[in-house]
């Protein structure tokens, strides 16, 4: 399931999806907004235990916010349980902050702390 632009784990029957860097170290942001907007959710279909480690991702607007929650919902629907790590770009903590969607998503500094949570 894994892509050019994804990396896929499965750590203790957590799905974890995180991004892939550049031989710089930078992530394509506009590779990550197109990936929530045309492929996020068929690319973790039919997974109920979910980290996404947004580590190193600086920005993501509504194109990425929309599906992020339809996955949320559909997990919670399931019982199961999604989880983001890694948001710690002051931008993206910002936009987490104003959209309320730190009320809305369980939010560690880790991936390890978020696995952790499961």
Do not use: W
């Amino acid at each position: 399931m894994a892509s050019a632009l994804t990396i896929d784990e499965q750590v203790n029957g957590v799905s974890v999806l995180s991004f892939r860097r550049d031989a710089k170290g930078v992530i394509n942001l506009d590779q990550i907004r197109q990936f929530f907007g045309t492929g996020f959710l068929e690319h973790v279909s039919g997974i109920d235990r979910l980290v996404i480690d947004l580590s190193g991702v600086s920005s993501l607007d509504s194109s990425c916010l929309g599906p992020l929650v339809q996955k949320m919902r559909e997990i919670k629907d399931k019982g199961g349980r999604l989880a983001l790590a890694g948001v710690d770009s002051p931008a993206l903590q910002e936009i987490f902050a104003l959209t309320r969607f730190d009320k809305v998503f369980p939010i560690y500094a880790t991936r390890n702390e978020a696995l952790a949570s499961f």
